[in-house]
């Protein structure tokens, strides 16, 4: 059973940066796709970046170079480097698989994952 943990959320002053960690146990993650999903309130849930098991990246429009995502095979771990952070940031963000090693573009198609993180961007 793939088990999906993320950490490093927390309060920011805008224009700050946080690193957000996915740490991926019960199977080889780097056979994997990976993808960060963000939730504010009372909007829907929203790609923020993916990775293939390949490499290949894909990222929300409104990241616009803000963000990179990352992954350490060896840690089993995935990361969200986020800089120039804004208050519309502000969300619950989730870690997430298709348990595929490509990143499908429906949100219904990750099947996995995490408790989520919060971020908070406020001054």
């Known amino acids: 059973q793939v088990h999906l943990v993320e950490s490093g959320g927390g309060l920011v002053q805008p224009g700050g940066s946080l690193r957000l960690s996915c740490r991926v146990s019960g199977t080889v993650s780097h056979l994997l796709a990976m993808a960060w999903y963000r939730q504010a309130p009372g909007k829907e849930r929203e790609l923020v970046a993916s990775i293939s098991s390949g490499g290949p990246t894909d990222y929300g429009n409104f990241v616009k170079g803000r963000f990179t995502i990352s992954r350490d095979n060896a840690e089993n771990t995935v990361y969200l480097q986020m800089n120039s952070l804004k208050p519309e940031d502000t969300a619950v963000y989730y870690c997430?698989?298709?348990?595929?090693?490509?990143?499908?573009?429906?949100?219904?198609?990750?099947?996995?994952w995490g408790q989520g993180t919060q971020v908070t961007v406020s001054s």
């Open positions: 997430a698989t298709p348990l595929g090693s490509s990143c499908p573009i429906r949100r219904a198609d990750y099947v996995s």
